[in-house]
């Protein structure tokens, strides 16, 4: 069987790993996209200590208030139409307002104070150019919100977070700091700021100011280029496992798979994987990449590579690295989760471990640790 096992203990510790990190700040934790492929319902629980949580679109904003969620919510690409604003003030949702239309929508149609769609979350295009007013915009567009009786969240997105050197973290954290002391300074200074996503709030920690935003780091993969997870004692909240069916020794010379990929050079022992590329497994992974055959009684993890085109079912694995002796048939393998972690099958699959988590299929049976 295929298993997706979620882990809301590790979720809660990596939480707090991020309050220690940014212990004046308050936390947006970030669940768009079903949570990173974990699912909201199987997160939310673990993040009670979080003051609110991120989403990209009214649905998923709307299923978190389903499930109950009654603290901060925050719609980060903000409203997309005047029904979605005024859908927002319903279910008191938080809104970025990145460019004109959402802010006449809000000018239009202001909320009572006391609503959380009071609160906006003014976004500054500090350098990514996807989202955001530029510097003229921004103020004119605080001073109107201002008067109209917003409370206001000065907030950007950094484009390479990940990489401390990158030369545009340090424009983009200039922009954000002069862009928020002028507006301080003429509109109110009661105007917070919201900078750092995970990586920033690792790499930047004299920028976290009123709210950071992690996402990745919540789940257990590191969020920059030069430490692990295991650097930032951070927890895998995703298992993903699934069984050997079969075994074979496949002789010298003959090839396993599609497009006869794989030649062995020697004869070779190996196990069949009832999983694939419809379970979620990257179909294209390079030579190094590799599972964990699991000992199930002494909980003892063998890697093993992977050889083969991996397919949608299956996937072929080189079993000359398990004792002889080990019974292997229905045995469980972890594809990701404490070995592999997901950062090394990224890297093996020449993605991040964003995309992995986010493309895990319904095929997997979903159980909570
Ligand atoms: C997704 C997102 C984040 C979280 O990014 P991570 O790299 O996963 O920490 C933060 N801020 C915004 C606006 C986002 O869209």
Same mark, same amino acid.
């Given at each position: 069987m295929r298993t997706i096992t979620i882990k809301p203990k590790a979720i809660t510790h990596n939480l707090n790993q991020v309050k220690k990190l940014a212990p004046q700040s308050k936390?947006?934790? #970030?669940?768009?996209?079903?949570?990173?492929?974990?699912?909201?319902?199987?997160?939310?629980?673990?993040?009670? %200590?979080?003051?609110?949580?991120?989403?990209? &679109?009214?649905?998923?904003?709307?299923?978190?208030?389903?499930?109950?969620?009654?603290k901060t919510i925050g719609l980060v690409e903000g409203a997309f139409t005047a029904d979605e604003w005024q859908q927002a003030i319903e279910q008191d949702v938080s809104c970025v307002i990145h460019h004109?239309?959402?802010?006449?929508?809000?000018?239009?149609?202001?909320?009572?104070?006391?609503?959380?769609?009071?609160?906006?979350?003014?976004?500054?295009? &500090?350098? #990514?150019?996807?989202?955001?007013?530029?510097?003229?915009?921004? #103020?004119?567009?605080a001073k109107r919100l201002h008067e109209a009786g917003y409370k206001l969240i000065l907030t950007t997105h950094f484009a390479n977070a990940d990489n401390h050197d990158h030369p545009l973290n340090a424009l983009q954290i200039q922009r954000f700091t002069d862009a928020l002391t002028a507006l301080r300074e003429v509109v109110s200074a009661d105007i917070k700021g919201s900078l750092c996503n995970s990586a920033g709030t690792v790499n930047f920690s004299e920028y976290h100011y009123d709210w950071v935003r992690p996402g990745i780091i919540l789940y257990g993969s590191s969020p920059v280029i030069d430490k692990t997870a295991q650097d930032l004692d951070l927890q895998p909240a995703m298992d993903f496992s699934a069984q050997i069916i079969a075994l074979q020794t496949v002789k010298?010379?003959?090839?396993?798979?599609?497009?006869?990929?794989?030649?062995?050079? %020697?004869?070779?022992?190996?196990?069949?994987?009832?999983?694939?590329?419809?379970?979620?497994?990257?179909? /294209? /992974?390079?030579?190094?990449?590799?599972?964990?055959?699991i000992d199930s009684t002494t909980n003892q993890r063998y890697p093993c590579a992977v050889i083969g085109r991996v397919a #949608?079912?299956?996937?072929?694995?080189?079993?000359?690295?398990?004792?002889?002796?080990?019974?292997?048939?229905?045995? %469980?393998?972890?594809?990701?989760?404490?070995?592999?972690?997901?950062?090394?099958?990224?890297?093996?699959?020449?993605?991040?471990?964003?995309?992995?988590?986010?493309?895990?299929?319904?095929?997997?049976?979903?159980?909570?640790?």
């Open positions: 936390v947006l934790a #970030m669940v768009k996209s079903n949570a990173y492929g974990h699912g909201v319902a199987a997160v939310l629980p673990a993040l009670t %200590q979080a003051d609110g949580i991120g989403v990209a &679109t009214f649905a998923e904003a709307l299923e978190a208030r389903q499930l109950g969620w009654n004109l239309p959402q802010l006449e929508w809000a000018l239009d149609n202001v909320p009572p104070a006391d609503s959380a769609t009071h609160v906006v979350w003014l976004k500054y295009n &500090t350098g #990514m150019n996807r989202l955001g007013f530029n510097a003229e915009g921004v #103020m004119a567009a010298a010379n003959d090839a396993i798979g599609y497009g006869s990929r794989w030649v062995a050079q %020697q004869d070779t022992k190996t196990a069949l994987v009832s999983v694939g590329y419809g379970d979620g497994y990257p179909r /294209v /992974v390079s030579d190094d990449a590799y599972v964990s055959v #949608m079912d299956m996937i072929v694995i080189d079993i000359s690295t398990v004792p002889d002796d080990m019974a292997l048939l229905n045995s %469980q393998v972890m594809l990701w989760g404490d070995t592999p972690r997901i950062d090394e099958v990224a890297v093996h699959a020449d993605t991040i471990s964003y995309e992995l988590l986010c493309r895990v299929t319904m095929r997997p049976k979903r159980l909570l640790a």
